[in-house]
Nanobody, 125 residues
Framework: QVQLVESGGGLVQAGGSLRLSCAAS????????MGWFRQAPGKEREFVAA????????MYADSVKGRFTISRENAKNTVYLQMNSLKPEDTGVYFC??????????????????WGQGTQVTVSS
């Protein structure tokens, strides 16, 4: 079992930045690929970014490429999402997720094994 707790969400003006963190506990964190997803009101949960357990591979949704950066510190059991140049359409609940996979990444919501409770990000125009 892996427990995930997100933090760092909040209210920010368009063009601003936020850094989300996801702290993991339980089984060895470094064995898991990690992903960030988001869900806006009335919409389905969507992929944002993912990183392999080694950190050597990453993937981003087209809508956030060049603005968001995913990273991880296995020694701290933490994965981050640095979000810059935020837009109102980035508003939503952001979730981190973990998948037991050997040094690879996936962007499919259904493939992930563990989920956090989410943190709210609101971007005002």
């Amino acid at each position: 079992q892996v427990q995930l707790v997100e933090s760092g969400g909040g209210l920010v003006q368009a063009g601003g930045s936020l850094r989300l963190s996801c702290a993991a506990s339980g089984r060895i964190f470094s064995w898991y690929a990690m992903g960030w997803f988001r869900q806006a009101p009335g919409k389905e949960r969507e992929f944002v970014a993912a990183i392999s357990w080694s950190g050597g591979k990453n993937m981003y949704a087209d809508s956030v490429k060049g603005r968001f950066t995913i990273s991880r510190e296995n020694a701290k059991n933490t994965v981050y999402l640095q979000m810059n140049s935020l837009k109102p359409e980035d508003t939503g609940v952001y979730f981190c997720a973990a998948k037991d996979i050997e040094d690879d990444i996936v962007d499919d919501t259904n493939e992930y094994d563990y989920w956090g409770q989410g943190t709210q990000v609101t971007v005002s125009s």
